[in-house]
T-cell receptor
Framework: DAMVIQNPRYQVTQFGKPVTLSCSQT?????MYWYQQKSSQAPKLLFH???????NEADTPDNFQSRRPNTSFCFLDIRSPGLGDAAMYLC????????????FGPGTRLLVL | GDSVTQMEGPVTLSEEAFLTINCTYT??????LFWYVQYPGEGLQLLLK?????DKGSNKGFEATYRKETTSFHLEKGSVQVSDSAVYFC???????????FGTGTRLTVIP
């Protein structure tokens, strides 16, 4: 089945230690998104790639970076995680961008000790 | 700017009760509207969507109608089941934007 895959499902890191979260898709979609979802809150878009074009949201901290080496994979890098970065990180894809349905992966829950 | 206002939760219902979760939106153009569901410990799944006024989205017994005159997209189900317990998010996607604007989510608990 075509899908969005996120690994790992749970990630524990230490305060200040860089961490990378992974997302892959078999849908061959052009757009890949990263959302941050804190407990009991709505998902918040961090950035997205339309093909190779990177689009950062204005209020996304510099501590968050992303890479998309090819169509299938996208990575979220947190350079120096703080306690406030503990959250669920959701990857999503869509065929194009505007008004298109987004398909979400299961998420990676990040714990910062 | 674009925004979604969603009914405050949590909502607790008995099995087979009728469900309504209210959602209203603000948008400058003609957005697409979505309901996503998030089961415990999982990511979001698309439940249904509507792309233009008067469209009705439906799936798994859930329905929502895109009402432009009231800028609403209320979620309804005639008879809920325990397995419907989850958090429900209303969202919109605007022309010219790649972002999904989410409401704050409504937690539904269905008790036997």
């Amino acid at each position: 089945d075509a899908m969005v895959i996120q690994n790992p499902r749970y990630q524990v890191t230490q305060f200040g230690k860089p961490v990378t979260l992974s997302c892959s898709q078999t849908l061959n979609h052009n757009v890949m998104y990263w959302y941050q979802q804190k407990s009991s809150q709505a998902p918040k878009l961090l950035f997205h790639y339309y093909d190779k074009d990177f689009n950062n949201e204005a209020d996304t901290p510099d501590n968050f970076q992303s890479r998309r080496p090819n169509t299938s994979f996208c990575f979220l890098d947190i350079r120096s995680p703080g306690l406030g970065d503990a959250a669920m990180y959701l990857c999503a894809t869509s065929v194009g961008g505007r008004r298109e349905t987004q398909y979400f992966g299961p998420g990676t829950r990040l714990l910062v000790l | 700017g674009d925004s979604v206002t969603q009914m405050e939760g949590p909502v607790t219902l008995s099995e087979e009760a009728f469900l309504t979760i209210n959602c209203t939106y603000t948008a400058t153009g003609y957005p697409s509207l979505f309901w996503y569901v998030q089961y415990p410990g999982e990511g979001l799944q698309l439940l249904l969507k509507a792309t233009k006024a008067d469209d009705k989205g439906s799936n798994k017994g859930f329905e929502a109608t895109y009402r432009k005159e009231t800028t609403s997209f209320h979620l309804e189900k005639g008879s809920v089941q325990v397995s419907d317990s989850a958090v429900y998010f209303c969202a919109l996607s605007e022309n010219g934007a790649n972002n999904l604007f989410f409401g704050t989510g409504t937690r539904l608990t269905v008790i036997p």
